[in-house]
Structures are given as structure tokens and as C-alpha cells.
């Protein structure tokens, strides 16, 4: 089948639909645009004959607007019709891989999968290439986990697009709904033929015809036309145009292992298309394992931080004396770190205590506490190595003060073990935010980081 076929085929009466909304609101847009006369506005205006011509106009105006969103609605759903054939191409070269003879993968393998873990691998590389064009609508789908392997992989996704994007901002909730909005409406089934004589095969085998169908539910939006042109989701109350895209590969499933000229189907050699492990020693991996997938509060830990230095760095290239000792009559650097941390999101613990009139005062982590790596901060712990967006203190009495605090932006590990970076703070010297080197100076001591334990 052309490529060009899948794009129309199962969604005829989309296309044709399109183009008779483009057509009619063309139409209509050309022929009011031609009887408009601004002479003929104007005098209306002036007089109230002809009022009664308004009320075609009123009345043709629900029409109008179910033309523009007709298209807009028809734009999106084939917009996913064209996604679903390269997530039903993904999906099928996943199954090609995971999905050989459950008697392939001897269970005593290090990378034995169980089948419905690798059904679930299928499912995730449909969802990963439906991803963008999914519906992150609270209405469509819930906030609730969809277990810590997909957390995990969304995680990772994400993780992946925040490096390659510049560390573009984006609501991780809102990105969240969308795959899990993909996992659940994409649904897909698999049939195997026979290269020879063209039938069902009941098992899958190499070089046999792996034909994959994937079925998605594409969200309509709009309460009319869902009514007029869909129906009713499976998965939740709302409106869908259910999407059918069918593919064909050739499956790179059981590998036999050859002897001269001679096949051997009793001697399997792969077990995944791959060869991830010796048959003759099940134990001996021959992969290197992958990197654990980060999970999503790690991500949001990273995406925290991030936002902390932003905020911290735009207060110091701003100059500001917000926090300044005018202003507050003492040292400030501990309450602009928790004003800052504050603002990303961060929680900060407060002491409260009543003063001498009898009023409550409450108050963050002093400086001296910060320094003190004894103190016990609820939600924070004490680490040795610190990343960009940790706290960083170092106690010291004086007059009016306990120490210093601020936030490290950047950090280095040099090779014999010492530590450089820049930090935030307010400075007692210029009574402003600065980013400097404090906190990893050779002459700063005792310094004690501390990260959120989220």
C-alpha cells in the first residue's frame, strides 16, 4: 500500500467533510464579503429601517460557526490520522522485537520479560509516538499514576526533550496527561501470516508477515460536533472519532541458527531479534544494561531547581534591594533564600514563636541553622556533593548575624576532589542579590549543602 493510502484510508468521510466545510465557509465568507458595502453600514447606523434584515444574519450565525469548527475539529482528527501511521509503524517494530515464541527466553536469562511486560512495550511505543498529538484535557484523563515503569519512562521522555529543547518551561501535569491520554485510547492488535502461502500463522516466525493494527480514540472537542459526527468514548464521558491504521513488516522475531546451508528450527540463536544473551549460557549477558529511568518526583526535583536559579538569577540581574537591611533593619540572606525558594515552589519550614507584645512572629531557617549540618530542617537533608540549586551555608557568630546562606547556580567536581561554583545571595556588602563564587571560596569553611527531600 502507498504510504499516501494510509493517510485517507479509514478516514474518508473526514476528508470529504473538510473539504465541504472549506468549501461552504469560502463560499459564504466570499459571497458576504461581495454584498458588504460600508455605505449601507453606516446609514444603518443612522436610521433603524432594515433592522428586521439582522435577523437572517442571527440566525445563519450558529451555522457559521459550526463551519469553522467543523474544520478545526477535522484538521485535528486527521492531523492524528497521520500520527497514527508512524506510531502503528513504531509499534509493529517494538512487536517484532519483544513479541517472538514465549519458549525463546529461557527464564533463568538475565533479560528474561515476562509477555505481558512485553505486550506492555508494544503499547508504549504506539503511546510514545502518539504522544504529541493526544489530549491533555483534564476532562479526558485523571492525574493518577499509571504505575512507576510508565512513570518512569515518561520521566525519561521528558527528560530527554528538556535537554534537546534549551530547558524550555512547560507544565509537567499537562505533559503527564497527554502520554497517559495516548496510552489509554490507543489500543492495538496483531496478526501473523505465513510468507509462503499467505494465511494465518498461529505463532509468530521469522521473516513471516507481522501485520499490526492500531485503533485510537481522537478526542473531539467540540460538544456539536461530537454529537453530529461521533460517539461516545470507551474510556471516559466525552466524544471521539475512533482511527483505525493498519501496517505490515516483516517480523524480526526467533532467528534458527544456521549450520552450513543447513537451518536448524530446534536451535534457536535469538531470542529477541537481538541477541541479548549466549543460549548456551543463559546466565553470561551479552548487553550492557541501560541507565534506570528516572522517576517522575526526580524530574520534578530537576525541574524545580532549575526554576529556583532562574528566580534567584533574575532578582541579581535586576539589582534588586528587595531584601535589603534598610529595609528589614537586620541581615537578610536567610529570608531571600526561602522568599526565593518560596516563589519556585519549594517548601520551606518556619519557626513560629509569640514576642514580647504577645503576637505570633514566624520566621525560616537562620543562616547559623543552614551552617549547622546538626540542625534538623523538616523536608531538607544534609549531602556532600551539591547540585545546581541546593542551599549552601556556613555558620558564623557575629553582631547581628549567625552565618551566610544562598543557593548554588553551578558546581564543578575537580579532579583532586575539590569543589568550585557560583552561588546566590544576598550580599551584606552591596545590600543586593549578587551570583558569585561565595560558598566556594578557598577560604570559606565549613560549608554544609542541603537538598529537598521532596
Known amino acids: ?31 458576504l464579503l ?4 460600508l455605505h449601507r453600514i453606516a446609514s444603518f447606523h443612522r436610521e433603524q ?90 476532562s479526558h484523563v485523571s492525574d493518577e499514576p499509571l504505575g512507576e515503569f510508565i512513570d518512569a519512562t515518561i520521566a525519561q521522555q521528558i527528560e530527554v526533550f528538556q ?28 496478526d501473523y501470516f505465513d510468507p509462503i502461502t499467505g494465511t494465518v500463522a498461529e505463532k509468530p516466525a521469522f521473516n513471516s508477515k507481522l501485520q499490526l493494527t492500531l485503533y485510537y480514540e481522537a478526542p473531539i472537542h467540540t460538544f456539536g460536533v461530537g454529537r453530529l459526527f461521533g460517539e461516545e468514548s470507551q474510556v471516559g464521558k466525552y466524544f471521539v472519532r475512533p482511527i483505525m491504521t493498519t501496517v505490515s513488516i516483516e517480523n524480526e522475531g526467533v532467528k534458527p541458527s544456521v549450520a552450513g546451508n543447513k537451518i536448524s528450527p530446534d536451535k534457536l540463536s535469538k531470542s529477541l531479534g537481538i541477541r541479548y544473551y549466549d543460549l548456551s549460557n543463559p546466565n553470561k549477558t551479552l ?6 529511568p528516572i522517576s517522575r518526583n526526580q524530574l520534578s526535583a530537576t525541574n ?5 536559579i532562574e528566580i534567584g538569577r533574575r532578582y541579581a540581574h535586576e539589582n534588586s534591594g528587595r531584601w535589603s537591611v534598610a529595609r528589614y533593619g537586620s541581615f537578610t540572606c536567610n529570608i531571600a533564600v526561602a522568599d526565593i525558594l518560596i516563589e519556585a515552589g519549594v517548601k520551606v519550614p518556619v519557626t513560629t514563636r509569640t514576642n514580647m507584645f504577645g503576637n505570633e512572629v514566624s520566621r525560616p531557617p537562620l543562616a547559623g541553622e543552614w551552617g549547622d549540618s546538626a540542625s534538623i530542617i523538616p523536608g531538607w537533608e544534609v549531602v556532600t556533593i551539591p547540585k545546581p540549586g541546593d542551599i549552601v551555608a556556613i555558620a558564623e557568630e ?57
Open 1 to 31: 500500500m502507498p504510504i499516501w493510502n494510509h493517510y485517507i484510508a479509514g478516514v474518508e468521510d473526514i476528508w470529504c467533510l473538510l473539504g465541504a466545510s472549506v468549501f461552504l465557509c469560502v463560499l459564504l465568507t466570499w459571497r
Open 34 to 37: 461581495r454584498s458588504m458595502a
Open 49 to 138: 429601517s432594515g433592522a428586521t434584515y439582522m435577523l437572517p444574519l442571527v440566525l445563519t450565525m450558529p451555522f457559521y460557526v459550526l463551519l469553522i469548527t467543523m474544520i478545526i475539529e477535522c484538521t485535528l482528527m486527521l492531523t492524528a490520522k497521520i500520527g497514527s501511521v508512524g506510531a502503528a509503524y513504531a509499534a509493529a517494530r517494538a512487536a517484532a522485537v519483544w513479541l517472538p515464541y514465549e519458549s525463546a527466553m529461557p527464564k533463568t536469562a538475565p533479560d528474561y520479560t515476562p509477555m505481558e511486560d512485553r505486550e506492555l512495550m508494544v503499547r508504549l511505543a504506539a503511546a510514545r509516538s502518539m504522544w504529541p498529538y493526544a489530549s491533555g484535557s483534564k
Open 163 to 190: 535537554h534537546y529543547s534549551g530547558d524550555q518551561k512547560f507544565d509537567l501535569d499537562y505533559v503527564y496527561r497527554k502520554f497517559a491520554y495516548a496510552l489509554n485510547a490507543s489500543r492495538i492488535s496483531i
Open 287 to 292: 548487553q550492557t544494561t541501560v541507565d534506570k
Open 304 to 308: 524545580l531547581a532549575q526554576q529556583v
Open 398 to 454: 557575629g553582631h547581628g548575624y549567625s552565618g551566610h546562606v544562598g543557593i548554588v547556580s553551578s558546581v564543578n567536581v575537580n579532579q583532586d576532589g575539590t569543589l568550585t561554583g557560583t552561588t546566590i545571595s544576598q550580599s551584606s556588602y552591596t545590600d543586593t542579590i549578587v551570583e558569585n563564587d561565595w560558598g566556594f571560596r578557598p577560604d570559606n569553611i565549613g560549608q554544609v549543602f542541603w537538598r529537598p527531600t521532596m
